[in-house]
């Protein structure tokens, strides 16, 4: 019964798709608020959805994926449900921010190339800067700002978000 | 802008309505180097190396500056000579430099800068990661390891051919140029005409070779090996040798051929011919009945790939007859294994074309009977300048000699086909006398002609008002289509082919250092047809034979049979269905919605609407398989949607669901 509610629900997802388009006048000019709307519904940008949408602007695929592959933002892989982003932009990284990054990939058994876990439950990525350097090194999950951290605190948190999820 | 000058280099040059400097500078005789400059495209400024010194102002991009009066303009200061270079030795320092086995090796413009900027050594290491090649296309290999990302072939593609089937992916220094979410050239909508590997400034689009199946077919005894040369390609081969474009050098490619141990060399000018006759009748059948007008012509394989895949709802009106490469190659199938006492499969079919395209249209399925191709190589112009060098043979010097015969005889129209206009002006050549202009009068429609890309014509004859488009470029033709099915232009007849100036531009002509080259070609194909005795079709004595030893009557079975084809749909991108609900049960119902372009503005998104909530209110989710794909490869008749294996056509909403009932009350469907 779960699993068919969530098959139903990429039919809903679909009917937003057409309404994401719909909003934006079918306007070819508006791809990227577009895809960011796409994003929002699934989380990430599947590749056949983005050639929907480049059907439906009447816009080459190519240039969908073009855009798509561009911004950091936008992912074309399935995300886990909690995206940890830490920063390691100059002032996380002189705050020592690797380290947190390799005891967060070692917790959630992940690497340079592996950046969601088995299980969906996270991705973690790295960026260049959250504008938050006076809290360096800055760590964000999902919407939640956590500043100060360490190896030990930001795989604490980790630990939490799976005790909550029961899937320890 | 008469009157007003900019000095370059301390010489004053008068502008002329130029729309940037390096234009000004060409025309001064000034070669600034440029990777992605090219004139027909818009200007893009990311190679860096046009840059000039203007005085007062430092150092600009002279591609995207627009020239202003009195400018003072150095072109080589040190400043830029250092600028150019380290920009060169970059590009270097990331591009697999396997010159020597580089087929762009001849003519690549990264090496003849780096040769013309002195560069003796590249202090930089690489960084790249080697990429594999992409093969998978027939006509062009991709080769990225070789890209310097100058945009050329992206904005080629798009701009030129409204296409776009390649882009820039990623970005800073992991940017690359792909298909669409990394596909094959294959699996998208790449039409092959080539135009992308025509800009490219290196070899990292190149045509794909197929020289070593020619030579171990002529080296192998048991075969014969014939070949048809297309047109365009007698005006353009000698210039691997030195000549001038547009050099006529048919003879010496015949010899050239025969000494290579070609068995016999015959003229694609004689299918052209026997196309204008099955095409002219079939359009003065439908002009006559004033149906399926305008008619399209069916020469060009990038345009016909292009129809079947954006323009689905005119196939109807494209001539049905094959291109002369296909007609030849069926007909050299069926009559000549008995000529030579050999089974079909000993004969060999060599095409040699100024076309990529063309490599992909002999590996048509319905052009391959009984595993027996028609057609079993095609060869570029270039591949028959590199084979006739790796053959040693000194091509000015060979005395030339004549084609085979029935199949080597050919008019002034069949050669003309190479140009733009061509295929119109030979039609014309042979409607005028079915429309009862007199035998003799005169044979050259001049209104045809030209090197715009977008061209119209009227003419009347003998009372008969036929009105004429003629287009190269497939973005062209796409404006064409739009204005005649908003009814904006009627036409009787549209000429469409891929490249710039017709064939003679084609993407396997070599390339040439003069912007002017197809035109040039051009002359030489017109030129040609002048001194030719013959100079309509239906004066082919040779084709005349051959309706009354083998085909009978223009229209007949054998003739519908072996010259004409069909052409259907075709999915731009394959594999991208989008599954939108998949039933839990054991047994489901498969079903499935297009949501392609055609079908999406015939209302297919309302139908997968209305089905989904249907399956919703009878709570049949968990009994049904729903997918939104891209293409039933029927789009003159949708929406299409497929319930349980069955194809609705034009399907209703009151269709879709009575369909749906009836087949899940047939598999015994339970409500959850």
Redesign the interface.
């Known amino acids: 019964m779960i699993s068919q509610n969530v098959e139903a629900s990429s039919l809903r997802k679909f009917e937003k798709v057409c309404q994401i388009i719909e909003s934006n006048g079918s306007n070819p000019g508006k791809l990227i608020p577009i895809l960011q709307q796409v994003q929002h519904e699934y989380r990430y940008l599947p590749e056949e959805v983005l050639a929907y949408v480049a059907t439906a602007l009447g816009i080459p695929p190519a240039r969908v994926y073009g855009v798509a592959t561009f911004y950091a933002h936008f992912a074309l892989e399935p995300k886990g449900k909690y995206v940890i982003k830490l920063c390691d932009g100059t002032a996380c990284h002189v705050k020592r921010s690797i380290p947190i990054l390799n005891a967060l990939r070692e917790r959630l058994s992940l690497d340079e190339k592996r950046k969601t876990t088995q299980d969906m439950l996270f991705t973690l990525e790295t960026v260049s800067c959250l504008g938050a350097c006076g809290l360096a090194p800055v760590m964000v999950i999902n919407d939640e700002v956590h500043g100060q951290m360490a190896p030990d605190t930001a795989v604490a948190l980790v630990n939490e978000i799976i005790a909550k999820e029961g899937k320890a | 802008m008469k009157g007003e000058f900019v000095v370059i280099d301390g010489r004053s040059i008068e502008l002329n309505g130029e729309k940037n400097l390096l234009e000004v500078a060409r025309k001064a005789g000034i070669d600034i180097p440029t990777f992605c400059y090219h004139s027909q495209l818009s200007v893009y400024g990311a190679c860096r190396l046009c840059i000039v010194d203007i005085e007062g102002r430092g150092v600009v991009t002279s591609c995207s500056t627009a020239p202003e009066p009195g400018m003072k303009v150095r072109t080589n200061t040190d400043e830029i000579r250092a600028i150019r270079k380290v920009a060169v030795e970059l590009l270097l320092a990331n591009h697999d430099q396997s010159c020597p086995t580089c087929s762009k090796s001849a003519s690549c413009r990264l090496q003849s800068l780096a040769r013309r900027f002195g560069i003796e050594q590249v202090r930089y290491k690489r960084v790249s990661q080697p990429q594999q090649l992409d093969k998978s296309s027939y006509s062009l290999v991709r080769d990225p390891n070789k890209c310097i990302l100058c945009g050329d072939c992206v904005r080629a593609c798009?701009e030129v051919q409204g296409?776009?089937?390649?882009?820039?992916?990623?970005?800073g220094s992991h940017t690359s140029v792909?298909?669409?979410?990394?596909k094959d050239l294959k699996q998208?909508?790449c039409v092959n005409c080539g135009l992308c590997a025509s800009v490219c400034p290196t070899g990292a689009i190149i045509p794909k070779p197929e020289i070593e199946g020619v030579w171990k077919a002529v080296n192998d005894p048991k075969k014969k090996v014939i070949a048809q040369i297309a047109p365009a390609v007698r005006v353009a081969v000698g210039e691997m040798f030195g000549l001038a474009p547009g050099t006529i050098a048919t003879g010496q490619i015949v010899a050239a051929l025969r000494m290579i141990g070609f068995d016999a060399v015959y003229d694609t000018s004689f299918t052209a011919d026997l196309t204008v006759i099955e095409e002219g009748m079939e359009f003065l059948n439908r002009k006559t009945k004033g149906e399926r007008l305008p008619q399209f012509t069916s020469c060009c394989p990038g345009w016909v790939k292009y129809a079947e895949q954006y323009a689905t709802d005119m196939l109807p009106n494209l001539s049905s007859c094959k291109s002369p490469q296909q007609m030849f190659g069926s007909l050299a199938k069926h009559v000549l294994p008995e000529t030579f006492g050999i089974s079909k499969e000993d004969l060999v079919v060599v095409s040699i074309m100024p076309c990529t395209a063309k490599k992909f249209e002999a590996k048509r399925p319905e052009f391959i009977v009984d595993g027996v191709a028609d057609v079993d190589f095609v060869l570029t112009t270039q591949e028959l300048g590199l084979m006739i060098e790796e053959a040693g043979l000194d091509f000015e010097s060979i005395e030339p000699e004549s084609m085979d015969m029935p199949f080597g005889q050919k008019t002034g129209a069949g050669v003309i086909f190479g140009a733009t206009g061509g295929v119109t002006e030979a039609v014309l050549r042979f409607a005028a006398e079915k429309l009862g202009a007199p035998k003799y009068a005169p044979v050259e429609y001049r209104q045809v002609r030209g090197g715009e890309g977008l061209r119209e014509a009227t003419l009347t004859v003998n009372g008969v008002e036929l009105k004429l488009a003629i287009v190269y470029g497939l973005g062209n033709a796409q404006k064409v289509l739009d204005d005649i099915r908003s009814g904006k232009c009627k036409y009787d007849l549209v000429e469409v082919m891929s490249c710039p100036g017709g064939c003679v531009g084609g993407a396997g002509q070599p390339v040439s250092k003069y912007g002017d080259a197809s035109a040039r070609r051009a002359k030489g194909l017109y030129d040609s047809d002048k001194m030719l005795d013959t100079r309509r079709s239906q004066d082919n004595a040779a084709v005349a034979d051959t309706y009354k030893d083998t085909l009978g009557e223009v229209g007949s079975k054998l003739a519908h049979d072996l010259l004409h084809t069909k052409y259907k749909s075709r999915k731009?991108?394959s594999d991208?269905?989008?599954?939108?609900?998949?039933?839990?049960g054991n047994k489901k119902l498969d079903v499935k919605v297009c949501?392609?372009?055609s079908c999406?503005i015939r209302g297919s998104?309302h139908l997968?609407?209305g089905l989904?909530e249907h399956i919703?209110d009878r709570r049949m989710?968990?009994c049904v398989d729903?997918k939104?794909t891209?293409c039933f490869e029927a789009c003159d008749l949708g929406p299409t949607v497929s319930i349980g294996g069955k194809v609705i056509r034009k399907c209703t909403m009151q269709q879709a669901l009575d369909t749906l009932d009836e087949e899940l009350s047939a598999m015994g469907a339970v409500a959850?």
């Open positions: 798009r296409i776009g089937a390649i882009d820039f992916v990623g970005r792909q298909p669409a979410f990394g998208v909508e731009r991108l991208s269905d989008m599954e939108l609900l998949s039933g839990t949501v392609g372009t999406m998104q997968l609407q989904m919703e989710s968990s729903i939104a891209f959850d």
